[in-house]
């Protein structure tokens, strides 16, 4: 399982990547896009959105399975992934160059609620 170590998670399967803006951007682990299956449609949310952490905020299905894609953090969707909406199997080439969505903290971002590569990979070993 490929899981980069300067990336953060969630036990809900998604990544975040800091970016110098302030901004963070998320995507599914490539434990997420493996369980799925080939992705055949992704539903993003809309830049302007605003978002609770833990909320259900985007779609990934498969040929098999839908799934939600939940915020890590509360704050606005300011940038949505429109490219990968119309070649959603690039998740599956490469997970952590398949960006979602991006959003902009409301506050501080309490990052011992994401998890990092060796917390998320022990959390995977249980499903």
């Not at 901004?23 to 959105?49: C, K, M, N, W, Y």
């Not at 978002?51 to 606005?76: I, N, Q």
């Amino acid at each position: 399982m490929k899981l980069p170590a300067d990336l953060r998670y969630t036990a809900s399967h998604e990544w975040i990547r800091s970016e110098a803006d302030g901004t963070l951007t998320i995507g599914i682990t490539d434990h997420a896009q493996s369980s799925l299956g080939d992705l055949v449609f992704l539903e993003l949310p809309r830049p302007g959105r605003k978002v609770a952490a833990g909320e259900a905020v985007a779609v990934v299905e498969s040929v098999k399975a839908a799934s939600d894609v939940y915020a890590p953090v509360t704050g606005e969707v300011v940038d949505a992934n429109d490219a990968i909406v119309a070649t959603p199997e690039a998740v599956n080439q490469d997970a952590y160059a398949s960006w979602l969505f991006r959003i902009r903290p409301a506050g501080a971002v309490d990052a011992g609620k994401l998890l990092d590569a060796a917390a998320y990979e022990a959390t995977v070993g249980q499903d």
